[in-house]
């Protein structure tokens, strides 16, 4: 697509990550690359074929990294390579492109080839061990080989497992590599992520200042992200609250079964928009392959309209009713300040003039049922927008915490997530400061009317913090 | 595929609003477009509508904004013509002169310059003015009770449409610079008139009032009027004799013979009306339809601007677009499920062959005494061994193997290049491979580790050789 003579430029820095199989070279690659399409597996071998995945900005190529299939027959490499005349160190690379050249149709040596033929090509060596189990003296070959590819080289430890042998094998890589640096892709956070770009920037002279622009590309793209997210929950809580959902009935008016009706399929509307939502933020993350995962969210088994969700994601009915009051619904009674006490009589009295107990509590009057047009003849029963006043803050919390979790995915990650309610409350993630904002945008939606510029403006603010804070 | 200017129509508008319901693009197409057209980066919209040009083609469904707004177009031609002839008709019912009773002047002055006047400063207050103060005064204009009764009769439902596609500001200035427009017309109509009459006809003017104005302060009112042109055009400022002469209330109710003598002096007047029409009803008219028109464009663009999906559009046109992915598609493995098969769940004491994969021999030696396992054949293969020394291990093996391995060290082809060695060799009966946690588990190994030891001896085919699960 792009003009092709950027793309050939092949003067960029370019990374293999190489090492023994089944140590997790996969999932650093789908982790720096984000990249979820990756195939990791139990199973040694899982990768077959080298594949590069550029950082490409405009078409234009940054740097390049290469997942390779791990090692299967080091000690026979070695040993063809020590058996050649020897070279002076200046020409160790030509033997390597020797072996390259002479077991190109060597079934054996499939493996090898890919992994070693970026390296040739001007690849640095990034070789991944797994540092929660013990060093073992059969690492030396394959380090042999590197060695004599003689390409500018770092050692990355990753913790697989519970144990930890990272001092034995940090004296170990550090008579091979000059370079020896912790990173776990499962874990990493973006910073880490950024850290480790930092380190493979100075593997090479040249290479620093690419990798920096690089550096700077992924920190603006992260921002981007955020504020694409951010745009997503707040278009969809306003799309969520203003929503009516419109029906036409034949009668003088309507059945409690036609209502019923409506009512459940003014709900599925809403879930309906809510998994939308998910999925856009699936993708601003470049998390395709999530649906793929079961149950990855144990979101779903909660549902939006569950008292269980309501418990989890929404306000308590004492925050409730501060928010409710300084909102305006009672505007300037101070009662915060009356509040500051606890005293739950007070509470549900005031409740009672917010608007009902139950309408923040439960879900059952929480639509307004309208008939409309009987005059003209043509009549249509309407549900909407949501009255309960706790609705937002529920689909809120349930947006945050969803968005922070994909957010922070690591793009090696293949299993499911557990939801870990304390970890997640609305009330704490957006205070009651942050809530008056974010009322005065809810009220105009309660009332069908649509929000001030400005007061969306401040919403997204509010909500940009919150995200950031769980990120 | 030039854009040759920026200005925005109603079209592009409407347009531009029907292609982004269809298709959006996604941000890598949309920023190479952006790049293809560099020169427009810094005009968003000239190149949202080289965009619009460029993907035009996607809109799969007929434009019936369009159709609607040549319905408008044809509507408002329609009564910008009536506004023409409705100003001439008015002009000649005002100007009819019967032979007997001349023209008052003052009637053609109150709809060639009052209403004018009045009209406009209406209009730029509601112009002005926000929302519902321009809702409650355009209920003044006959223009919009027209219009409201047309456009119900011309497409009914599709009203409520056209309504939704504009926002209210757009509206009003859309109105406001219709309602200028056919003022204008109906000014020039009555200007029209006017001189057909003075060409066709003998025309005797008049004036009269029950207010107690004298001459001479009637003069001072006109001049006054006639100030913008009276200095370059004194012939078309009434004398203070011709004020006198035409002073109606003198004549009586007889018309004074004299007086339609001086018919062509009386008829004088028509310079200084057409003048007060030119300029009243026309010219100043014609600068509150240019404002208008101006406000009105001001208002297309910016909501062009704001038309849902446009702040994407224009947010990927400036963002570098970022890709991580790898472009290679990868064949996934097929994985195959473990099964029991040459599985052993038991352990002997005693082995005539004991040979580690990758084991010093003090490490197996550990091992033997952990488990209790014993023999008078000890070797370690793999490691830094030679392959000849592998090979001696393999042909020296004999009866009962147990090949111990580090289970979480998956099996690599070295190894079963190793383990096809060890199965030629006649004298070994069986070969058990014992996959060994690390020492500080105490060897036990991880059901998974173990698991895929068992997935690669099986696909071995292999009766002789076997995987330990304890
Ligand atoms: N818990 C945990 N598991 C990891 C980590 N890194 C990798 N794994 C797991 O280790 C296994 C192997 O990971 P891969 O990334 O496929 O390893 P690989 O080196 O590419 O393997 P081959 O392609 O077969 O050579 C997978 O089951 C991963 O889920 C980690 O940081 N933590
Ligand atoms: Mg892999």
Redesign the pocket.
């Known amino acids: 697509m792009y003009s092709s003579k950027e793309s050939l430029n092949n003067d960029y820095p370019k990374f293999a990550v190489v090492?023994?199989?089944?140590?997790?070279?996969?999932?650093?690659v789908?982790s720096l690359a984000l990249d979820d399409s990756v195939?990791?597996?139990?199973?040694?071998?899982?990768?077959q074929v080298k594949r590069g995945f550029p950082l490409k900005v405009d078409g234009k190529i940054i740097y390049e990294l290469f997942?390779t299939?791990?090692f299967q027959r080091a000690r026979r490499v070695l040993s063809w390579l020590n058996d050649q005349e020897p070279v002076s160190a200046d020409k160790k690379g030509d033997v390597v492109r020797a072996f390259i050249a002479a077991h190109r149709d060597d079934e054996r040596f499939i493996d090898e080839i890919e992994l070693l033929e970026p390296i040739m090509n001007g690849a640095g060596i990034i070789y991944?061990v797994d540092a929660s189990k013990p060093y073992g003296s059969e690492y030396e070959t394959e380090m042999e080989i590197l060695r004599w590819c003689g390409q500018p080289s770092m050692a990355i430890l990753?913790?697989?497992?519970e144990e930890n042998y990272t001092e034995q094998w940090k004296s170990a890589l550090g008579h091979y590599f000059r370079m020896v640096r912790t990173f776990?892709?499962?874990?990493a956070t973006f910073r880490e992520h950024i850290e480790l770009l930092d380190s493979m920037s100075q593997l090479k002279e040249e290479w620093t200042k690419p990798i920096k622009v690089a550096i700077k590309v992924l920190e603006d793209l992260q921002q981007q992200k955020i504020e694409q997210t951010v745009d997503s929950i707040v278009s969809n809580m306003v799309k969520t609250l203003s929503y009516i959902h419109r029906q036409k009935i034949v009668g003088e008016s309507a059945t409690t079964d036609e209502e019923e009706k409506l009512k459940h399929s003014y709900r599925e509307k809403i879930i309906k928009f809510e998994k939308e939502q998910e999925q856009n933020i699936e993708s601003i993350w470049n998390h395709r392959s999530i649906e793929k995962v079961e149950n990855m969210l144990v979101l779903d088994n909660v549902g939006l309209f569950s008292k269980e969700s309501a418990s989890i994601f929404g306000l308590s009915q004492q925050q409730l009713i501060i928010t409710g009051a300084s909102a305006g619904a009672m505007g300037g009674l101070g009662i915060d300040l009356l509040l500051g006490g606890g005293s739950l009589f007070l509470g549900s009295i005031i409740g009672g003039a917010v608007g009902g107990v139950g309408a923040m509590m439960g879900f059952d009057n929480l639509y307004e049922v309208k008939v409309l047009g009987q005059s003209i003849g043509k009549r249509e029963l309407t549900v909407g927008p949501m009255q309960n006043l706790n609705f937002p803050y529920i689909l809120l919390g349930r947006s945050l915490y969803h968005s922070s979790v994909i957010a922070k995915r690591s793009h090696?990650m293949?299993d499911n997530i557990d939801l870990e309610q304390e970890e997640f409350l609305t009330e704490q993630i957006i205070d009651s400061d942050m809530r008056k904002t974010l009322e005065k945008v809810h009220v105009s939606l309660r009332k069908g009317d649509e929000p001030k510029e400005e007061d969306l403006k401040a919403y997204k603010k509010v909500l940009k913090e919150s995200f950031l804070g769980l990120l | 595929m030039q854009i040759k200017n920026s200005k925005i129509s109603i079209k592009s508008y409407l347009n531009l609003l029907e292609l982004l319901n269809e298709y959006r693009g996604t941000h890598e197409e949309n920023r190479l477009f952006a790049l293809k057209h560099e020169a427009l980066l810094q005009n968003p919209k000239k190149m949202l509508l080289a965009w619009m040009q460029k993907n035009e083609f996607r809109k799969t469904q007929t434009l019936e904004s369009l159709s609607i707004l040549q319905k408008l177009s044809i509507l408002g031609n329609f009564i910008g013509l009536f506004s023409l002839i409705f100003g001439f008709i008015a002009g000649f019912g005002l100007l009819s002169y019967s032979g007997h009773a001349p023209v008052n002047v003052i009637y053609y002055l109150l709809f060639a310059m009052f209403i004018p006047l009045l009209s406009m400063l209406v209009s730029m207050v509601s112009l002005l003015s926000s929302g519902t103060v321009f809702n409650a005064l355009s209920l003044f204009f006959p223009l919009h009770w027209i219009e409201t009764v047309l456009n119900f009769f011309s497409f009914r439902d599709k009203v409520d449409v056209v309504n939704t596609l504009f926002s209210d500001e757009l509206k009003k200035w859309m109105f406001m610079s219709r309602l200028q427009l056919f003022s204008l017309l109906f000014s020039v109509g009555l200007l029209f008139a006017l001189l057909v009459i003075v060409i066709s006809k003998d025309i005797a003017f008049s004036w009269s009032t029950t207010l107690n104005v004298s001459n001479m302060g009637f003069f001072k009112l006109l001049a006054c009027i006639g100030f913008p042109w009276g200095h370059t055009l004194p012939s078309a400022i009434p004398s203070v004799e011709l004020i006198e002469m035409s002073h109606y209330y003198r004549l009586g109710e007889n018309l004074n013979t004299q007086m339609i003598q001086n018919a062509d002096k009386l008829g004088a007047w028509w310079k200084y009306l057409a003048m007060v029409t030119l300029f009243y009803a026309i010219f100043l008219r014609f600068l509150l339809w240019l404002a208008t028109r101006y406000g009105y464009q001001e208002q297309l663009e910016k909501d062009f601007l704001e038309l849902d999906g446009v702040q994407k559009l224009l947010r990927e046109f400036n963002t570098p677009f970022v890709s991580t992915e790898s472009p290679k598609e990868e064949k996934h493995l097929e994985i195959v499920k473990e099964s029991d098969e040459q599985v052993s769940h038991a352990v002997a004491k005693v082995y005539e062959t004991i040979i580690g994969w990758n084991f010093s021999n003090d490490e197996i030696l550990l091992v033997n005494d952990a488990k209790g396992i014993s023999s008078s054949n000890i070797s370690t293969v793999g490691g830094n061994n030679s392959f000849a020394e592998d090979q001696k291990v393999a042909k020296e093996a004999r009866a009962e193997v147990i090949l111990y391995v580090k289970s979480w060290e998956?099996p690599t082809m070295d190894f079963i290049d190793f383990l096809e060695e060890l199965l030629a060799n006649d004298n070994v009966e069986e070969i058990q491979v014992y996959p060994l946690g690390t020492v500080g588990r105490n060897y036990e190994s991880d059901e998974r580790e173990v698991a895929i030891w068992k997935r690669k001896i099986q696909g071995l085919k292999s009766k002789k050789v076997w995987v330990i699960d304890v």
């Open positions: 090492g023994h199989p089944n140590k997790g070279k996969s999932s650093i789908s195939q990791i597996g139990d199973t040694p071998g899982t990768t997942d299939p791990g991944v990753n913790l697989i497992g776990n892709p499962i874990k090696a293949r | 998956p």
